[in-house]
């Protein structure tokens, strides 16, 4: 199967030996994405709710340059290096998924890129 590469200037450019997301057929992988500001290449400020919103934003614009949405989302998978932050993490995800909910994985992690406190990747169904 072949596959295509998706980007946007909308969201982060890749700073690694990856594509913003990959369409293989009608499922596309979104890559992790971190609080960085497209614009600027650097982390937002802000509290953690801020840096959980960037990265959701950024997700949401890989997406939509992938064909889709965040409500295509089946699958997310959130890292955060601090399992306490998870309530803020579930809190910004009621503003940009409805039910049916995808489903998620939640995993504390020792450290992320930058020294973001979040991370996030996601699967896509077209």
Same mark, same amino acid.
């Given at each position: #199967?072949?596959? &295509?590469? /998706?980007?946007?200037?909308?969201?982060?450019?890749?700073?690694? %030996?990856?594509?913003?997301?990959?369409?293989?057929?009608? %499922? /596309?992988?979104?890559?992790?994405?971190?609080?960085?500001?497209? =614009? &600027? #290449?650097?982390?937002?400020?802000?509290?953690?709710?801020?840096? @959980?919103?960037?990265?959701?934003?950024?997700?949401?614009?890989?997406?939509?340059?992938?064909?889709?949405?965040?409500?295509?989302? @089946? !699958?997310?998978?959130?890292?955060?290096?601090?399992?306490?932050?998870?309530?803020?993490?579930? !809190?910004? #995800?009621?503003?940009?998924?409805?039910?049916?909910?995808?489903?998620?994985?939640?995993?504390? /992690?020792?450290?992320?890129?930058?020294?973001?406190?979040? =991370?996030?990747?996601?699967?896509?169904?077209?």
């Amino acid at each position: #199967m072949s596959f &295509t590469p /998706v980007s946007t200037a909308d969201a982060p450019g890749a700073i690694g %030996t990856y594509s913003q997301a990959t369409r293989a057929g009608s %499922t /596309v992988y979104l890559s992790g994405q971190i609080p960085l500001d497209p =614009e &600027t #290449m650097e982390l937002v400020t802000g509290d953690v709710e801020a840096h @959980v919103r960037r990265v959701f934003e950024n997700l949401r614009a890989v997406a939509r340059a992938a064909g889709g949405d965040l409500a295509n989302a @089946v !699958k997310v998978n959130v890292y955060l290096t601090d399992l306490g932050n998870f309530q803020v993490v579930n !809190k910004v #995800m009621a503003e940009y998924f409805a039910q049916p909910y995808p489903a998620r994985a939640a995993i504390g /992690v020792a450290a992320l890129p930058r020294g973001a406190v979040v =991370e996030v990747d996601a699967v896509l169904a077209l």
